[in-house]
Each structure stands twice: as structure tokens, then as C-alpha cells.
Nanobody, 116 residues
Framework: VQLQACGGGLVQAGGSLRLSCVPS????????PIWYRQYPGKQREMVAG???????NYDDSVKGRFTISKDNAKNIVSLQMNSLKPEDTAVYYC???????????WGQGTQVTVSS
């Protein structure tokens, strides 16, 4: 079982991208998802997450610009990124618990590049 992330790409500053993350089998639920990003040579940092209780949390740097959502019917987690800035350029990863499997799982990472 694994997570598959997609939706990254190259966009100009001020533009938008939508990242998606799905489990390797669509019947598996995604629980307590978190989006992270990683700059070259740096550790991954949390961007946005949804707790088991539905509480949504954002890093201050993306508040008001990014929106995390979870479609429970389709088992998809998305990260809508608006008003992108060059400093949002990073590799983005999804992380979540899947179904009844123990532990948490990482997606493969998707590159987001914002040009100035």
C-alpha cells in the first residue's frame, strides 16, 4: 500500500496549482492527511494538515493562500495552492494513515516550481 501524489509543475508567481494524493487502491481511506514540503538541503516542513477530528492547520506562510481538503467518497486529499510565490518552490509530499494499516505513509513527492 502506498500514496500517490500528483499535480505539481511550473507556474508563474501569482498562479495556482492543485496537488492531489490518493492511496494505491481507491477503496482505502486516507486519514489525518498532512502535506509537507522540502527545500533543497532542508528537512521537510508541514504545510497543511487535517486531524482525525477534522481540525485543519496551516503553516503561517501559506494561510489564506493554500487550502487542504479531503474527499471521503473518493479518498482523495487535495492541496489547492493560490497566489503562489517563488518561495513556495519545493518538493511537496503527502503523508497520511491509510485504512486500517499501521503507521503512516508517504507519497513520492511532486515538484512545484514558481517562477518570478
Amino acid at each position: 500500500v502506498q500514496l500517490q501524489a500528483c499535480g505539481g509543475g511550473l507556474v508563474q508567481a501569482g498562479g495556482s496549482l492543485r496537488l492531489s494524493c490518493v492511496p494505491s487502491k481507491s477503496t482505502f481511506s486516507i486519514n489525518a492527511p498532512i502535506w509537507y514540503r522540502q527545500y533543497p538541503g532542508k528537512q521537510r516542513e508541514m504545510v497543511a494538515g487535517i486531524s482525525d477530528g477534522g481540525y485543519i492547520n496551516y503553516d503561517d506562510s501559506v494561510k489564506g493562500r493554500f487550502t487542504i481538503s479531503k474527499d471521503n467518497a473518493k479518498n482523495i486529499v487535495s492541496l489547492q495552492m493560490n497566489s503562489l510565490k517563488p518561495e513556495d518552490t519545493a518538493v511537496y509530499y503527502c503523508n497520511a494513515a491509510i485504512g486500517t494499516f499501521r503507521g503512516r505513509f508517504w507519497g513520492q513527492g511532486t515538484q512545484v516550481t514558481v517562477s518570478s
